[in-house]
């Protein structure tokens, strides 16, 4: 016996179903010669005939019968194993693998994930939050977010702008009321600041051009949301996101203290493992975050 070609058993099962070669041909959309070829490579690896061909006719040898009662049933079963893949189904299901920054996530993504989720019951949601870049391909995350400056260069992903994101200046009511509210940049010199590691020196850009100020002061930390907490405890003004103080100066919490000036973070990506055909469950949550983000200012 030779080698034998896995991949004719189901031209085999077809000729043996419809009895016949033409139409097993058009079942399978190929030519009756591709077919006939198939069938004699088939029974040349197995050395022996299938099928009895007639001119009217084709019909099952017995050793011809013998394979289709061994072959169509599991042929049948890895047809339906395939086609119930999650990842084949219309309807969005299985595992989606997300990864975003800590702060990105918390606040923002954390509302869309939870109103995707409630939409589609069949999905499982694995979230990792981390500030550290992942290497999508190799540990199986289906999508990202990245906040960078530049266009994301990797032969290995696709990626996608969603929107600009801009950090701004805020401090408490309380610290406003006792040290009164800069009006230009010209006057944060004159006030407490509470800064990130390595970034002291900030270039802001408002409506009569750039302006570079030193933000130098007496905290400095490398967290969003311990910055948070502290401007929110009127230790002096300090930049955040919009996405991550916005809650708080809807609640009074918190103040633009120059709400004309930002300072420009870069842009927000969504980044996805290279492929031709990417998963239904991805395609649907990307195009639920920017449809959740369109318009509304990062």
Known sequence: MGTIDFNLLPLFVAVAEASSFSRAAVKLNVRKSSVSRGIAAL??????????????????????????????????????????????????????????PIDFGSTVLAAIVARFSALHVGLEIDLRLTNAVVDLVAEGVDIAFRIARRPLKDSTLTAQKIGPVNLQLFASPGYFARKGKPRSPDDLAKHAWVTFRDAERLKLVGPSGTATVDGRGPIRCDDMFFMREVLRQGAGI????????????????????????????????????????????VTAFREFVVECLRGRPL
């Not at 708080?248 to 969504?270: H, K, M, N, R, S």
């Open 238 to 281: 300090g930049l955040l996101p919009t996405f991550v103080a916005g809650p708080d100066v809807t609640a009074g919490e918190l103040v633009y203290a120059l709400p004309q000036w930002t300072v420009p973070q870069g842009q927000l990506w969504c980044l996805c493992p290279s492929a031709r055909h990417l998963p239904r469950k």
């Open 43 to 100: 029974e040349g690896a197995m050395n022996v005939r299938l099928f009895h061909r007639t001119t009217r006719q084709v019909s099952l040898t017995t050793a011809g019968a013998a394979l289709l009662e061994r072959a169509s049933a599991p042929l049948a079963s890895l047809q339906r194993s395939v086609l119930d893949l999650p990842e084949l189904q219309e309807s969005v299901s299985g595992r989606l693998r997300i990864t975003a």
